[in-house]
């Protein structure tokens, strides 16, 4: 009998109005579709994503209006130095004339490289929305630079890179979705041996984006979307979305065939494969909420993204997945493919081969088997202790956008431009020591080489309500170096503290980008034991719930970890080293980018949980109804063991599709997600669950009732098995 879950009830209700569960599915996606459309996508400002005191000083020189003005520069190389002045001259007629620009300076040579003139461009308007209004700048740009055929004329900024950032992000979204499709139809083809039943995941798949999509852009009207919550809601939504619809179709399969009259197989598969999909889900979200805990707004809406659409992807997976399945019940298994069907398909009253095969050592030396795996685990997984952290730099942007190619050579021919710290001083009330305090903490920095000795830093801009100033302090050194990050030591320790000391209610940080990308790894740090705290102990929580079984949890855990390492371990050897450049087409810069072993972490031992539970539920299942443990470890990974195989090269299938993108981060979270589910697939699930189960025994089900079970196999849980031992009951696939 089966049980009657939530996931059975929810299914028998869509079962029973198929058209009318499908038809409130169209409109609910519909519906949040036409939502995002009319409310847009809200984008954090640098403000917003900023942490700690750098994020303070953006938010109180925001509040204040004394923000910088967007700058853009023009560089103009190569060439007779009469042409390059020739085409300065025109670059400021040029954009003299256009009323998003409030300046144009003069020209400035550089100091490293004599063919090299740079025209600073000042912006008109909120520099935090510069980029929408880039356009007319950029055009004039190319106008003059046509004119000048013998020079390089470029133009590059923070405008400038966000307005070709977020037009490469639009184009790899677009490719990722062209590419995701053909790459996982083929695959569900080579699972299924038939196109419907190929098309359904799919298809569901494309349909849980598209609702996450607008349900984000609604979303991120409270949790402001930190630009990449497009691309990770495709990653995160075709993946679970295309493995839980396999899971279920499967199963559904599985059962049709076994019942000549097709039987109630929807409520089966509902009850069994529907139901370990909702605590698979439960377990994917419950890990990604740890990342509210880093208090980082970029990795709040990454977060929230990924719950966003794993929930949509379960809620789907119940309602209109059943329903979809009673109305094509006669056409699932058509249009047959030639001989994939037959080999896919092929029903016999023989036991299946492969898989008994494979699980061979586990069954006849558990122990031995568990030793060697960890130990070739752990291997992989030491070259992840070399793990590099920085924070995304130009260098880590594609090299295909003009403005990041263009910001190179500002940076290597004017190493100060833009390199500058913010001290910034907030009083109670109108404060007339600030101005001349600032000044003073300027020239002891510039004493001590701190920073740049141009006089022109010395400015203070105060508020209209005298309360806030700000200084700006050119950096000697580039962003994010050594010697800069000293400087911000010797600010924020020394300097500041001295400046504030004699007097009450004065709030003084020290902002810029160093301060920036610092204060990002710092809140990194602290913050990393306890999302890694909270991700492990509500995941064994989850676990120990669903299989009533704490040690199961444990073994769970362990598992993720072991996998995580090992992806961790791959990422190095691929992303830290230049082997893989060419292969991948990307600039290894030594390091991996900040935010994305956290990430990573996070949303791999949410997604090995998929896996985890669906193999252990068969097993569970198999259990519950009286089979001796050992049979039912050995019967509920050959029953499970096809379609966790077909689900771990779907999912890997999508993850190889962001490999190609351009952003570095995508490529390590694709390759390292990649890593970590087949080896979830291939691994661990085909030998460390099998040998570790068999030789705990019923302990690995402590305290539930598996394991107050006699040992009915009649041999120790770890002893050599006979050869009939390894044959489970014939598995209809």
């Given amino acids: 009998m089966k049980p009657d879950n939530i996931s059975t009830r929810i299914a028998r209700v869509s079962a029973r109005h198929p058209v009318l569960a499908i038809l409130v599915w169209v409109l609910v996606i519909g519906a949040c579709v036409g939502a995002s459309a009319a409310t847009g996508m809200r984008s954090a400002t640098s403000a917003e994503l900023a942490v700690g005191d750098a994020g303070q000083a953006a938010r109180l020189m925001q509040e204040a209006g004394l923000e910088e003005p967007a700058t853009e520069y023009v560089l103009i190389a190569g060439g007779a130095a009469a042409d390059r002045t020739s ?17 144009v300076a003069g020209a400035v040579p550089s100091q490293q490289r004599t063919d090299l003139l740079m025209v600073p461009v000042v912006l008109r308007g909120d520099p935090q929305t510069a980029y929408e209004r880039v356009e007319s700048t950029r055009s004039a740009v190319e106008r003059v630079a046509k004119e000048f055929p013998a020079l390089s004329v470029e133009q590059t900024g923070s405008a400038s890179i966000s307005a070709g950032l977020n037009e490469q992000l639009a184009n790899d979204f677009a490719s990722a979705e062209i590419l995701s499709i053909p790459v996982t139809l083929l695959v569900l083809l080579l699972v299924f041996g038939a196109f419907v039943a190929a098309v359904i995941p799919l298809v569901l798949a494309l349909t849980f984006v598209a609702g996450s999509v607008g349900l984000s852009a609604l979303v991120s009207h409270l949790i402001p979307d930190s630009g990449t919550t497009s691309n990770v809601i495709l990653l995160v939504g ?66 929230s993204a990924a719950v966003i659409v794993v929930a949509v992807a379960v809620g789907g997976s119940l309602t209109v997945l059943p329903a979809l399945l009673v109305i094509l019940r006669r056409v699932l298994d058509r249009p047959r493919v030639p001989f994939i069907w037959r080999i896919t398909n092929k029903r016999t009253e023989a036991a299946p081969r492969l898989w008994p095969a494979v699980l061979k050592p586990s069954l006849r030396r558990p122990l031995s088997t568990l030793i060697v795996v960890t130990l070739g685990l752990i291997a992989l997984g030491l070259p992840g202790l070399q793990l590099s952290l920085a924070a995304q730099r130009v260098e880590d942007l594609p090299a295909g956008i003009p403005a990041v190619a263009a910001y190179e050579k500002l940076s290597a021919g004017f190493p100060s431009v833009g390199a500058q710290f913010e ?18 903490l300027a020239e002891k920095a510039r004493t001590a080489g701190l920073v740049s000795g141009d006089d022109a830093v010395s400015e203070v801009r105060t508020s209209a309500d005298g309360r806030t100033s700000v200084i700006a302090l050119t950096v000697n050194h580039a962003d994010g170096s050594t010697a800069a990050r000293d400087a911000l030591t010797a600010l924020r320790g020394t300097y500041v503290p001295a400046l504030t000391a004699q007097h009450d209610g004065v709030t003084a940080v020290v902002g810029g980008q160093t301060a920036a990308d ?47 390492a090992a992806a961790f371990g791959v990422l190095v050897l691929v992303f830290q080293n230049s082997w893989a450049d060419s292969l991948l087409d990307y600039r290894s810069t030594g390091t991996i980018i900040s935010w994305v072993p956290l990430f990573l972490f996070v949303i791999l031992v949410g997604l090995s949980m998929d896996y985890h539970v669906f193999v252990l539920h068969r097993v569970y299942e198999e259990a519950r109804n009286r089979v001796p443990l050992r049979d039912a470890v050995v019967t509920g990974i050959v029953h499970s063991a096809g379609v966790v195989t077909a689900a771990a090269l779907a999912m890997a299938a999508v993850f190889s599709v962001f490999a190609t993108l351009s952003f570095n981060e995508f490529k390590q979270l694709a390759i390292g997600l990649g890593v970590a589910v087949l080896l979830d697939a291939f691994v661990i699930r085909a030998f460390l669950l099998p040998s570790t189960l068999l030789v705990l025994g019923r302990a690995a089900w402590w305290p539930g009732p598996l394991s107050r079970r006699r040992n009915d196999t009649g041999v120790p849980p770890f002893a050599p098995a006979a050869d009939t031992a390894d044959e489970p009951a014939p598995v209809s696939t």
């Fill in 87 to 103: 085409a300065a001259t025109r670059v400021t007629a040029e954009l003299g004339g256009i009323a998003d620009v409030a300046a």
């Fill in 238 to 303: 075709m993946a679970v979305g295309v493995d839980y619809s396999l899971f279920y179709v499967k199963r559904e399969r599985e059962e049709r065939h076994a019942r000549p009259d097709g039987g109630d197989s929807v409520e089966i598969a509902a009850a069994t494969s529907g139901h370990a999909v909702v605590f698979s889900g439960i377990a994917v979200i419950v890990s990604m909420c740890g990342l509210y805990l880093v208090g980082d707004p970029s990795f709040n809406s990454l977060a």
């Fill in 423 to 440: 001290v910034v001083v907030r009083t109670a009330g109108r404060a007339d020591w600030v101005a001349d305090g600032l000044r003073g």
């Fill in 518 to 564: 610092h204060d990002y790894d710092r809140n990194m740090q602290d913050k990393l034991p306890m999302v890694v705290g909270f991700v492990l102990l509500f995941s064994l929580i989850v676990m120990a719930i669903t299989f009533r079984s704490l040690v199961i949890g444990v073994v769970t855990l362990v598992m993720n970890l072991m996998s995580t």
